[in-house]
């Protein structure tokens, strides 16, 4: 039930462009976008509800494909401060819970 | 901004001991949770708490782990006797409606070491 991110870790340099995927081979109603910094907390970055959605914050944006059961967040021209790990959480119909993936580590370099 | 705040920030104790995780959600949530994460992993769902119920828990969640709201503010997580592999770091979370389409908001977290 755990969703399954790709890639696992990624080095870019500044100023380029990134995508992770979160798959689920279940049925999702929802999708969460977090990312981690080394030692801290996760920290929420953006919401999908339906199918198809959209969402965008700054340079970051995320959509949805509730067909295929996955979501992508994009990150374009990125900047230092994105480096962290990476997380989608994925709620399923009828569970009260989100079910973090695997994780992807984005190291970016001057 | 309102946080989520732990106590301790770090806990060290022997294994077969109580520990009891503190948290203090942000006041006008209603959804509460528990993850943890051992050094370098994924962040797992430990308990979803609402209406001073447990509504669900994981396989990790055993007879060994409760959860209480004691006072109304505060939330605990309590590990009767820690084993080894219960070191890691224990997230506590809030929500102020359901999952689907509001944030979990995070605490700095609680780092477990079980000696």
């Known amino acids: 039930q755990q969703p399954v991110q790709s890639p696992q870790a990624v080095i870019l340099r500044e100023g380029e462009d990134a995508v992770i995927n979160c798959s689920s081979s279940k049925a999702l109603y929802s999708v969460h976008w977090y990312r981690q910094k080394h030692g801290e907390a996760p920290v929420f970055l953006m919401i999908?509800?339906?199918?198809?959605e959209q969402k965008g914050h700054e340079k970051i944006s995320a959509s949805f494909n509730e067909k295929k059961q996955q979501s992508s967040l994009y990150l374009t021209a990125s900047q230092l401060s994105y480096s962290g790990t990476y997380f989608c959480g994925t709620e399923m119909y009828g569970n009260e819970k989100l079910t973090f993936g695997t994780g992807t580590r984005l190291t970016i370099i001057p | 901004e309102p946080e989520v705040t732990q106590t301790p920030s770090h806990q060290v104790t022997q294994m077969g001991q109580e520990v009891i995780l503190r948290c203090v959600p942000i006041s006008n949530h209603l959804y509460f949770y528990w993850y943890r994460q051992i050094l370098g992993q994924k962040v797992e769902f430990l308990v979803s708490?609402?209406?001073?119920?447990?509504?669900?828990k994981s396989e990790i969640f055993d007879d060994q782990f409760s959860v209480e709201r004691p006072d109304g503010s505060n939330f605990t997580l309590k590990i009767r006797s820690t084993k080894l592999e219960d070191s890691a770091m224990y997230f506590c979370?809030?929500?102020?409606?359901?999952?689907?389409?509001?944030?979990?908001?995070f605490g700095n977290g609680t780092r477990l070491t079980v000696t």
């Open positions: 999908l509800l339906k199918g198809g």
């Open positions: 708490f609402y209406n001073n119920e447990i509504s669900e």
């Open positions: 979370a809030s929500q102020v409606r359901a999952i689907y389409d509001s944030p979990l908001h």
